[in-house]
């Protein structure tokens, strides 16, 4: 069966410090991978998407960026974080064909101070 | 570009039966689906609808109408555990990720 990781669980990060959340993918190959960031009480805005190693695409320009080293690890990244950036970020999979079914993980709440 | 409309919150009681709607405006149509995300927890995929009519999967059911660029989620027999948030989605601006509406809260009272 599939089974998607994310850490930390939580972070409190000042503003100015780096980013760097990592999702991993089990139990299946060649997955679509996304990151999402909801706010609090509020719907699950794209952020990045990716359809391959490499292959990366952005929904929302921001201080923030997307790689994907390997099929099955998508990683979120900053420089230099802002308050805004502050929320719940969620990553999901789908396989390449059912877009419309993604599987999320369970999340990684950030707060900016 | 996508737009979703849903009511932002609907309270219904236990045993009883809820819609929540769901109108959107795509350009390019591939289909509504629906995910639920309880407080503090990642959505879960519940149902798509590609064609028009009516999905059924146990106690929920999805609706779509193509010609009326509408759809619904029915939850019958609410249980108490059926208090979450609800979110259609259609495909978004590009042909490998989803639109999310800004989802409906459902609360279920005794």
């Known amino acids: 069966s599939q089974t998607i990781h994310q850490w930390p669980a939580t972070l409190v990060q000042p503003v100015g410090s780096p980013l760097s959340l990592e999702c991993t993918v089990e139990?299946?190959?060649?997955?679509?991978l996304y990151w999402y960031r909801q706010a609090a009480g509020r719907g699950l805005q794209l952020l990045f998407y990716?359809?391959?190693?490499?292959?990366i695409s952005s929904e929302v320009p921001q201080n923030l960026s997307a790689s994907r080293p390997q099929d099955r690890q998508f990683i979120l990244s900053s420089k230099k974080l802002l308050l805004s950036d502050s929320g719940f970020y969620l990553c999901?999979?789908?396989?390449?064909?059912?877009?419309?079914?993604?599987?999320f993980g369970p999340g990684t709440r950030l707060t900016v101070t | 570009g996508q737009s979703l409309e849903q009511p932002s919150e609907v309270t219904a009681v236990e045993g009883a039966i809820v819609q929540i709607n769901c109108t959107y405006q795509?350009?390019?149509?591939?289909?509504l689906s629906w995910y639920q995300q309880h407080d503090g927890g990642a959505p879960t995929f519940l149902s798509y609808?590609?064609?028009?009519g009516l999905e059924e999967t146990g106690r929920f059911s999805s609706f779509l109408s193509r010609s009326d660029s509408y759809g619904y989620l029915l939850l019958q027999e609410l249980q108490m555990k059926d208090s979450a948030s609800y979110f259609c989605?259609?495909?978004?601006?590009?042909?490998?990720?989803?639109?999310f509406g800004t989802g409906t809260r459902l609360t279920v009272i005794p």
């Open positions: 989605a259609v495909r978004g601006s590009g042909a490998n990720n989803l639109f």
């Open positions: 795509t350009s390019g149509f591939y289909g």
């Open positions: 139990g299946t190959s060649n997955p679509n």
């Open positions: 609808n590609g064609l028009d």
């Open positions: 999901a999979w789908s396989v390449v064909q059912g877009t419309y079914e993604q599987y």
């Open positions: 990716s359809v391959g190693i490499g292959q």
